[in-house]
C-alpha cells in the first residue's frame, strides 16, 4: 500500500456560526486532512504534536480510521494548540477571536523512519520552517504539495519562498494567489506562482469551486451548491486531504488524474461542510462517497 | 429556420476601464443579445428603440449579421438610450455615471407580425411592462426567457413579479437572486423562484460562472479564466443571447439540452470581454467559436 505523510496541526477548535456554537472540539490541518485520506488505499502518517490535555479518544478516533500516529508526539507538560473562530452570516469571511500556539510554538516533526521513503507529502498549513524540516526527512518524494495561508506571506515571507521553490504542488485560496503574487486574474497568478517554483496550482474558491493549474492546462471544479453551508472549517483541508489520498493511492501524477484528484477533494469538502467540526467526515460511508462523485459528474458534464 | 424574437435595450455607452475610456459607442442588451445569436441558424428579430441620432451603420451592422430590425423604432425626434458606467479595478463592480432613458421612456414594443409565431422569446432587460406587452403579442411561445436586474426589483416589483409568473426561463445574477428571494443558498433561491414562474433558473455568477436549475436537476457551467478581462459590458446579454440562440435553432428544450446552450452563451461571453463593448463580438469565427467550446469541455470533463 502507498505511504503518505501529512504533517500539520492537530488542535482544539472553539467555533461560533450563525447556526450555533462548540466547546473545544477536535480540529486542526492534520485531523482533517487526515480523516479525508482515509477514505483512499494508503497508508498514512500524521506528523504533528499535542499537549497532555489532548484526550485519547480523539488519538484513538484517528488511529481507528487507520492514521498512523506514531509521528504525533505527545507533550505532557504542553497545551495542545487552540483556534478559536466566529464566522460571519455569508460563511465566506470569518474572524479569529483566538489563536494558542501552545506546543506548536516549538515542533520539531520527525517523521517516522518507515514512512521516510514515501512519495507523497501533504505539507499542510503551518510554519513555512516545519514544512522545511519536513522535506529535509524525505528520501525521494514524488509529490510535496503544499497548503499554505496569508498569515505566513505575512509574517515568514522568506521562509515561504524556500518551501515554495521545493514542492511541486501548491493549494491555496484566490485572494491568497493575487496576495502572493500581486496578479488578480487566477491564470496570471497561477503563472507567477510557477517561477515560485510549484508545477501545479491549486487555486481554491470556496462556494465557487477550485482551479488546478499545470503549463498551459486547466481544470475547473465546481464545489457542489448545497442547502445549506452549515460550518466551513476544515473545507480547505479535507480538499487537500482528498487530492493527496487520491493520489498516492494511484501513484498517478498525471494532470489527468490530478482532475480526478480534484474532484474526490471537493466531494469530500462538501460533506465536511454539513456538520459543525469534523462530525460529518467521521462517518462518510463509501457509498456516499460514490454517489456523491456521480453528482459532480452530473453537475459538469455536456454534450457539445 | 426557427424564429427568435429579441426584445432589449439598443443603445449608446460610453465606458470606463482600468485599461482605458470610449466615447459614445454601439450598446444595449438587445445589441449583444443579437450578436450572440446570430451565430446560430436562427432567424432573429430585434425589437427595441432608437432615436434620430443612431447612426445607419449600426443599424447595418445588425442586419449584416441577418438580424431583422422590422420591429426597432425609429423616433427621428428622439435620442437614443444612453448609459456611462465605470469599472473598478477588480472589474467585478462598477458605478453606473449617466442614464438617460430618452426614447425609451415610453417605448411600444410591436413585435412584427410574421415573428409572433416564434417559439423562442428572449426578453432582455427592459421594465417588466415592455416584458409583458410582448409577451401578450406572441402567439404559441415554448420558451419565454426572462432577464432583468435589481434595478427592477426596486422599482417594479409588482410588475416584475408579473412577467416572472409567465416566463419557463429566468436569467439573473447571484446578488439579484439573493436580493429576489432573500435566501443567501443559490440552490435555496431557485427553489423560491420556482413558487414564482420560472421552472428554469440560471444564476450568473460572473467569472465564477453560471448555475442552470431545474426541480432537482443542476448544471454548473465556469467561465473561461482568462488572463485579461478588458471590459465586461455586455456579457451577461451575450450569455443569454448564445443560450436562446442555440435553444431555437435544435427547436430542444430538455434540460439535457440547455446544458449545452448554457456552454455556448459562457463561450460566447468569455469572447465579449476581450474588447471594448461589441468588438469582439462583431467578428467572432465559427471555428474560434468552436475552438472555445472545445476548451470549455477540456476545462470540465473528467473521469471518476
Not at 21 to 31: E, F, H, V
Not at 132 to 160: C, R, S
Not at 231 to 236: E, L, Q
Request: charged share 20%; proline share 3%; hydrophobic share 45%.
Amino acid at each position: 500500500m502507498s505511504k503518505l505523510v501529512i504533517v500539520g496541526t492537530i488542535a482544539f477548535d472553539a467555533i461560533e456560526t450563525p447556526f450555533g456554537q462548540t466547546d473545544k472540539i477536535l480540529g486542526g490541518a492534520a485531523t482533517y486532512i487526515g480523516l479525508a485520506a482515509s477514505h483512499y488505499s494508503v497508508d498514512a502518517a500524521l506528523v504533528s504534536v499535542v499537549g497532555g490535555d489532548f484526550p485519547q479518544n480523539h488519538l484513538d478516533l484517528l488511529t481507528d480510521k487507520g492514521l498512523n500516529t506514531q509521528g504525533v508526539e505527545i507533550k505532557a507538560e504542553g497545551k495542545t494548540f487552540f483556534w478559536k473562530g466566529r464566522y460571519h452570516n455569508d460563511m465566506n469571511t470569518r474572524d479569529t477571536l483566538a489563536t494558542e500556539l501552545n506546543v506548536l510554538a516549538d515542533f520539531k516533526p520527525v517523521v517516522p523512519e518507515s514512512y521516510r521513503s514515501a512519495e507523497v507529502v501533504l505539507l499542510g498549513n503551518l510554519h513555512p520552517l516545519v514544512q522545511l524540516e519536513v522535506i529535509a526527512q524525505m528520501t525521494d518524494p514524488k509529490i510535496l504539495m503544499l497548503d499554505t495561508m496569508n498569515f505566513w506571506m505575512e509574517h515568514a515571507w522568506e521562509d515561504l519562498l524556500k518551501v515554495m521553490a521545493k514542492v511541486n504542488v501548491i493549494s491555496i485560496n484566490d485572494e491568497e494567489a493575487r496576495q502572493l503574487t500581486g496578479e488578480y486574474s487566477l491564470v496570471r497568478a497561477a503563472k507567477r506562482i510557477y517561477e515560485m517554483g510549484p508545477q501545479y496550482v491549486i487555486i481554491k474558491k470556496g462556494e465557487h469551486g477550485a482551479l488546478l493549474f499545470h503549463k498551459h492546462d486547466m481544470f475547473y471544479a465546481p464545489a457542489l451548491p448545497l442547502e445549506e453551508v452549515f460550518d466551513p472549517t476544515g473545507a480547505g483541508d479535507t480538499f487537500a486531504g482528498g487530492f493527496a489520498g487520491y493520489l498516492a493511492q494511484n501513484k498517478n501524477y498525471s494532470f489527468e488524474n490530478m482532475k480526478t484528484a480534484v474532484i474526490h477533494g471537493s466531494a469530500l469538502a462538501s460533506f465536511c461542510v454539513e456538520e459543525f467540526g469534523t462530525k460529518r467526515l467521521e462517518r462518510i460511508e463509501s457509498a456516499s462517497l460514490a454517489e456523491r462523485l456521480k453528482q459532480f459528474k452530473q453537475l459538469t458534464q455536456f454534450d457539445i
